[in-house]
């Protein structure tokens, strides 16, 4: 019973990393505290099986932590971005421009002259205007490893749903990760 329960612990805790690592947003954020809540359950199992003291009360801690997750990703985020959807779905009835949540532009997929592929990754806007000046867009690599990160002007780009779709008469300026252009 100890073995299987402690495998049962394993394989919880790596899925829940796994879900709250990948950052795809509250709910899978939120499932992913939940798979961990069932991993440190199981440790906690497992510690009172093997008299482990360190084990159980590290679980311990860390169950109350996934409660916290799970109300945090499931409850308030969660509620966050339905709210901005809402407001966006409400605006494309109302007169003047559509609105879309601004957190959006940190997770968007990219359609660059009908290419899909890119990932918005970031956005920087004017200090006192608010106005967007550009995106920053992802291209290639896995996890972030090995990925080309390209400048987006605002001005070429218009979001359609949860889509950032942009048209261009030129290439893309490629920026490094760590020094992006002032303007």
Request: glycine residues 12%.
């Amino acid at each position: 019973m100890n073995d299987t329960l402690s495998w049962v612990a394993t394989a919880a805790t790596i899925g829940g990393a796994l879900l709250t690592a990948s950052n795809l947003g509250a709910r899978i954020t939120g499932t992913g505290f939940i798979v961990f809540l069932a991993g440190s359950m199981s440790w906690i199992g497992v510690s009172l099986m093997s008299g482990q003291q360190a084990l159980l009360w590290t679980n311990v801690v860390l169950t109350f932590l996934n409660l916290f997750g799970i109300w945090r990703w499931l409850g308030r985020q969660a509620k966050v971005e339905e709210g901005g959807k809402a407001a966006a779905e409400a605006s494309e009835h109302m007169p003047g421009e559509a609105l879309f949540p601004i957190s959006l532009l940190t997770s968007a997929k990219v359609t660059v002259d009908g290419q899909q592929g890119s990932t918005c990754v970031d956005a920087m806007a004017g200090e006192h205007s608010g106005r967007l000046a550009y995106v920053v867009i992802s291209e290639g690599g896995v996890a972030g490893v090995g990925e080309r990160l390209f400048k987006l002007p605002w001005s070429s780009a218009r979001m359609d749903g949860e889509r950032l779709i942009a048209n261009l008469a030129t290439r893309l300026e490629e920026v490094e990760k760590d020094e992006w252009p002032g303007r």
